[in-house]
């Protein structure tokens, strides 16, 4: 029985990805020591993306907590170091119809009332903790295909407006090619505040270090390989050590070592995302497709393509990858992007290339995060499912979880019911778990059948 659902190259965890964030990472200040020999601490966290690197970051500063992170790969190996690095507001794949009539509008504004927490805490991190992380553009843009997705995005943002309180723009095509750009595929846009784009593999980077300089001990190429209990003491093993605590933070978002504990087994959904970055592009070709912005930006196709300007004026864009993850339909996917560039901006058909990879995201069975307790052991938390935008929420569950678990928003609940509704508890076991990747099969091939009907 395989360890993990997709194809084992997207789990070499001794490789970096040949991304254009690791191409241009900073020269890191971390201690660097793998687990070895048997070592204890208060809270063990498995995985060190953005949730785990923020629980330690805050645990140790903020509460004085004595935390240790045990990563597979180094520092942002996973997700956290090689997304597209927006800081936007997302992170359930819920309608808000469906938002409104499960959890109520009150509990849905506080939901997105906390994510516009989530943005101002990365960009408050970045300044509190020295974090150079490249910060570029104020706002997140989100550009209707066709007309037809003009009207729903206008809608949209009038029930954001006016019922969730949110800060939402709406731009008509003319407008729109003023602020943004041109293209066949730009029939207007709306943009959401607060919202920015940075270099995520800094960012993690110096979450790590900061977490570090804050007292807590961070371990990197330490894969948790067996864990297990004696008596209230949990015992995660590495190749090389063994870590004793008293309770546990397990992270992992698409990379969830499943086979762990029983708790989380069969219920992620990862799925694949995967970029392409450009040459840097002139002012003139700039100027020739009519560019004007380096706001991260996403258009309204189901399929779904997510975009931006990078410091050094290369574009890059992101889209999904197939329901196998094998390096032969990464390379068909990489194609598909370059070519959707050309139809997108037809003046960058003939762009060179310089970088692609991919990656893992999470969906979930409810399609929204969760954060919780396992209702079988108390001293285990966790938070994963951040539906493809967990930079700025999975950086603020893990302060969720810092600050829960520290008591200072103490109850007995396995459920955080202080946070908001949407995100309270386990999501359920999928069906047919095995059949997980055949699920993704059949939602990708309805999602390009809406978008060539444009339905
Ligand atoms: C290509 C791509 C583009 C994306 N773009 C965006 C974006 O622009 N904006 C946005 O908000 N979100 C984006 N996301 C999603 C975002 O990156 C994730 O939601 C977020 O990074 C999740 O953080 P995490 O810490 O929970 O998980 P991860 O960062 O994935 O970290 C999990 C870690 O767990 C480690 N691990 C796994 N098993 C073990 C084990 N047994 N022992 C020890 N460690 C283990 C892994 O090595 C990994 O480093 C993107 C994701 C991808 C893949």
């Not at 990078?310 to 032969?328: E, Q, T, V, Y």
Request: hydrophobic share 35%; net charge neutral; charged share 20%.
């Amino acid at each position: 029985m395989p360890r993990h659902l997709f194809h084992p190259s997207l789990y070499d965890f001794d490789t970096a990805q040949p991304s254009y964030w690791e191409a241009t990472a900073a020269e890191t200040q971390l201690k660097n020591v793998v687990l070895s020999g048997t070592q204890s601490c208060d809270v063990a966290i498995i995985g060190g993306g953005y949730t785990g690197l923020s629980a330690a970051l805050h645990l140790a500063r903020d509460f004085n907590v004595d935390a240790r992170v045990l990563e597979a790969g180094h520092f942002g190996w996973g997700a956290s170091g090689r997304n597209g690095g927006f800081c936007t507001i997302g992170g359930t794949k819920l309608s808000l119809k469906s938002q409104f009539s499960k959890f109520g509008i009150e509990q849905t504004r506080h939901y997105y009332q906390c994510q516009a927490d989530a943005v101002n805490l990365v960009s408050n991190l970045g300044n509190d903790e020295n974090i150079d992380y490249r910060r570029q553009g104020d706002q997140e843009f989100v550009v209707a295909d066709s007309p037809a997705h003009m009207q729903s995005l206008i809608q949209e943002a009038e029930i954001q407006r006016t019922k969730l309180g949110m800060d939402v723009g709406v731009h008509s095509q003319d407008e729109f090619r003023e602020i943004g750009y041109s293209s066949p595929h730009q029939h207007g846009a709306i943009s959401v505040r607060p919202s920015f784009a940075l270099h995520p593999l800094r960012y993690a980077e110096g979450l790590a270090e900061a977490a570090e300089r804050r007292g807590a001990h961070l371990h990197p190429h330490s894969e948790v390989i067996a864990w297990r209990k004696e008596g209230n003491t949990h015992i995660l093993s590495t190749k090389q050590g063994e870590l004793r605590a008293r309770q546990v933070i397990l992270t992992g978002n698409g990379f969830m070592p499943e086979h762990l504990h029983h708790g989380v087994k069969k219920r992620p959904l990862p799925l694949q995302s995967a970029i392409v970055v450009t040459r840097p592009i002139t002012d003139d070709e700039l100027a020739a497709q009519g560019w004007h912005t380096e706001n991260p930006t996403i258009n309204s196709s189901q399929m779904f393509f997510y975009y931006r300007l990078l410091s050094d004026k290369r574009l890059m864009l992101g889209g999904r990858g197939n329901h196998i993850g094998d390096p032969a339909g990464a390379e068909k996917t990489w194609a598909g992007l370059k070519q959707s560039i050309g139809q997108m901006w037809p003046e960058f058909k003939h762009i060179e290339f310089t970088h692609e990879w991919r990656g893992l995201v999470n969906f979930s069975m409810t399609l929204r995060p969760s954060i919780g307790k396992m209702p079988e052991d108390q001293s285990v938390y966790f938070a994963y499912g951040y539906h493809g935008n967990g930079v700025n929420f999975a950086s603020w569950s893990g302060r969720e979880l810092a600050k829960w678990l520290a008591g200072k928003e103490s109850d007995n609940n396995h459920l955080p019911m202080h946070l908001p509704a949407i995100l309270r508890g386990r999501p359920p076991k999928f069906p047919l778990a095995f059949l997980r990747r055949q699920y993704l099969r059949a939602g990708i091939t309805f999602y390009k059948l809406r978008d060539l009907l444009d339905w």
